[in-house]
């Protein structure tokens, strides 16, 4: 599995948000990576 193709800076922030090592990240195959920003993006709307 190759790697996301992101830039550093949005794998800097996708590990600050989601509270997970930026490797791991890097290597989480995209669908679940999709997955867990969905679920992010569900839960700061319902803290508004």
């Known amino acids: 599995m190759r790697p996301l ?8 922030k996708l590990a600050e948000s ?3 090592p930026i490797e791991q990240i890097m290597h ?3 669908h679940i990576l999709l ?3 969905a679920e992010l993006e569900k839960k ?3 803290d508004e």
């Open 18 to 20: 989601l509270q997970v």
């Open 5 to 12: 193709q992101i830039s550093a800076e949005t794998a800097q």
């Open 28 to 30: 989480m195959p995209q």
């Open 35 to 37: 997955a867990k920003l």
């Open 44 to 46: 700061e709307k319902k």
